[in-house]
């Protein structure tokens, strides 16, 4: 018996999850040998709970069952804490069944009458019935009956079997929103929220229930703050996979969808392990709604279209199995709700100080242009202006033209170069090969050429390479031509060949670049910077900015040189393309923390999280984040301090750094003893 109380003991110390039921059923085991009825039903009962909080709902109905059998087979041997842990244990039973579709609806309907009957004949009141039935009813889509269950809900008095005074209200929300009155809901909401009613899943569970209202009555700082507080606290727990499903609709709807794949990533593997099918259709259905709005966002990875399909197929697969049983629509209704959800008209920062991402420069608007010749005229002044969207425009353009082969080694051209700045190497070189045979201008074909020459250089074949780069620069001897054999001669570590040609080549903007970058001259890249403002190429601008800002800072100045490096970052933002200001925000957060500009810093650390996550730059976002949780910090803002934290140290662990690990560990604790 002693053994037995230890193996219980030992349980109620760990959290719920397998390591808990595992020991709870070796107590189990245990009882069950020494034939004591009531110590193994006492076992039992400990049990259900493990299952029921530890995601395995399915075996809590074996073991409530037997309980139950065991309870009825001899009423008079249970004790009145017994009878009454019995009957509060029933409500947990019966909201899953309804959250299992091959359970039949008959046996619901059964166990919500024995309910009642039970707290009847006990002397219970039945406040918990009726937000029982309701659940129920408006599960099924009768809202009629789930009003009037919903009335006698409220208007019933609490007692001992009521769920606890932070829960209770919590059930309550839920319905009044799915009802659509969002201000009630908010306002009932109040005292949770104040901290005057509250339990171990409170405030999370009010503030994930609150969400949809939040957002549709444009409380959106209120919003922010409950999706940072709530999500925190349930993060990789399987028990709250539904929960969990609505932040990733939060996420999806205002415009957080970096952060909602951050939470994706994270938590898919959850969803093999959801505690019901309930649980795991709607974590499905806000998955594939994320992933859909980032695929028509343009910012869909390579397996996400598939993964998206397969979402959508489960959640809608389970929807239909719960309107099979039900026998109506609201599931489905429901699931496609979420579906097919469009997101806000506006963004909703997670951070109230934080701006939404500077949204990129609009193409501009392309002049007339009635001849595919002219059309590629345009396209390629674009290219190397540095306007990538202008240059994909007009090729566009062209394209719809069908103009036929005559031109089609410089589309040839074109194709590779956007091949290239996707990264497909291989694609860009098949292109680049084609319009070398097509080209019968020998200027261009030598162009296309010394492409092949630097890119085969970049990929380590420069025996074959180089010789083509150094060719095509002495038959052309054009500025891009000299840049690109500096750009060669970079990339097989020959550092002096390439300055002694940068440094006599007509001083370009992208030469002075490459140039300043060679010498790691801040005086040089301020010369780039000026000659790329002349020559009007944003992006080439925007790298000259950002080097210019670290070279200065590198060399150590003082605060006007600080606040100087600060203007060269504003710059480089202002006209960098958007896939490359996660690292101008990073540098600039940490400029801002040096100089004591905590909400800027705060602003621009925000925005480089995002971005990086949406990427996939683990290692960038590590670093990231700790810059982010000392900004919370010293704004006084521990909660938002830990949280980045503990994301940072999750990453330096991963990447193996103990010595970084520990010094996050510490911080973390400086937090939790200051707060």
């Known amino acids: 018996m002693d053994e037995i109380a230890e193996l219980i003991d030992r349980a109620r110390a760990l959290p719920y999850g397998e390591t808990r039921t595992n020991v709870l059923e070796t107590a189990l085991r245990r009882a069950e040998a020494t034939g004591d009825k009531d110590l193994t039903w006492a076992v039992r009962m400990e049990l259900t709970e493990a299952y029921q909080y530890g995601a395995e709902h399915a075996k809590a109905f074996a073991a409530f069952a037997r ?43 059964q166990m919500l009458d024995d309910m009642e009957r039970r707290y009847r004949e006990n002397g219970d009141g039945l406040h918990a019935v009726w937000a029982a039935r309701c659940a129920h009813a408006a599960h099924l889509g009768d809202y009629a009956t789930a009003d009037e269950l919903y009335h006698r809900w409220t208007t019933t008095p609490r007692d001992i079997l009521s769920d606890c005074e932070g829960c209770d209200p919590t059930s309550k929300a839920f319905y009044l929103i799915l009802r659509g009155r969002d201000e009630e809901a908010v306002e009932l909401a109040e005292p949770v929220l104040r ?17 949809p209202a939040y957002v549709r009555t444009g409380r959106y700082a209120e919003a922010a703050h409950a999706h940072r507080v709530a999500y925190r606290a349930m993060r990789g727990d399987a028990n709250e996979v539904e929960e969990i499903a609505s932040h990733l609709w939060f996420c999806a709807v205002t415009g957080n969808l ?9 938590e898919r593997p959850l969803l093999d392990r959801a505690p019901s099918p309930g649980a795991a259709m709607w974590f499905a259905a806000g998955a594939a709604l994320l992933l859909r709005l980032l695929r028509e966002q343009g910012h869909a990875r390579p397996d996400d279209e598939a ?29 496609e709700e979420w579906l097919t959800a469009a997101p806000l008209g506006e963004h909703v920062p997670l951070d109230p100080r934080a701006r939404h991402s500077t949204p990129p420069l609009p193409p501009a608007p392309l002049p007339p242009a009635h001849t595919p010749e002219e059309l590629l005229d345009l396209a390629e002044e674009a290219w190397q202006r540095g306007r990538l969207d202008e240059a994909k425009a007009a090729w566009a353009r062209y394209d719809a033209l069908e103009p036929g082969d005559l031109l089609e080694a410089r589309r040839a051209d074109g194709r590779g170069l956007v091949a290239m700045v996707d990264g497909d190497a291989e694609t860009a070189l098949a292109e680049w090969r084609r319009a070398a045979d097509l080209h019968t201008d020998e200027e261009r074909r030598q162009g296309s050429l010394g492409r092949i020459g630097l890119l085969l250089c970049q990929l380590g074949r420069a025996d074959e390479g180089l010789p083509m780069v150094e060719s095509s620069a002495a038959v052309l001897d054009t500025p891009n031509a000299t840049v690109r054999l500096a750009h060669a001669y970079l990339t097989v570590g020959r550092e002096a060949e390439a300055e002694q040609v940068l440094a006599a080549a007509p001083p370009t903007g992208t030469a002075l670049l490459l140039l300043a970058n060679v010498r790691g001259d801040a005086a040089t890249a301020l010369r780039a910077r000026d000659a790329l403002r002349a020559e009007d190429d944003r992006d080439g601008l925007a790298r000259a900015c950002a080097l210019y800002a670290h070279l200065l800072l590198t060399a150590g100045v003082d ?14 933002v202002a006209n960098a393309p958007a896939s490359e200001r996660a690292g101008l925000h990073h540098d600039r957060g940490g400029l801002h923390l040096q100089l004591g500009r ?9 925005e480089a999280v995002a971005q990086y996550v949406a990427d996939g730059a683990d290692e960038p976002v590590r670093y990231a984040r700790l810059s982010l949780a000392e900004a919370y910090a010293r704004l006084g803002r521990t909660a938002e301090a830990e949280i980045a934290a503990e994301e940072a140290l999750a990453g330096f662990r991963a990447a193996g750094d103990d010595e970084v690990c520990a010094r996050i560990e510490e911080f973390i604790a400086d937090l939790r003893e200051d707060g």
């Open 67 to 109: 309980c139950l059998a065991d309870h009825d087979a001899d009423p008079g041997g249970f004790d009145e804490w017994s009878t009454h842990n019995l009957l509060w244990q029933f409500k947990w039973i019966v909201g899953d069944l309804r959250r299992f579709p091959e359970v039949p609806l008959a046996r619901t309907h």
């Open 195 to 211: 901290g005057e009613l509250t339990c171990h899943v409170q405030p999370q569970s009010i503030l994930t229930t609150l969400l």
């Open 598 to 606: 905590v909400p800027e810093a705060l602003d621009d650390l925000v």
């Open 258 to 266: 970096a952060r909602g794949l951050e939470i994706l990533t994270r």
């Open 307 to 335: 993964e998206e399909a397969a979402l959508t197929t489960r959640a809608r697969d389970i929807a239909a199995r719960f309107d099979a049983r039900n026998g109506t629509g609201e599931q489905g209704r429901r699931v």
């Open 559 to 572: 605060e006007a040189g600080a606040h100087e490096a600060l203007a060269a970052y504003d710059e480089a």
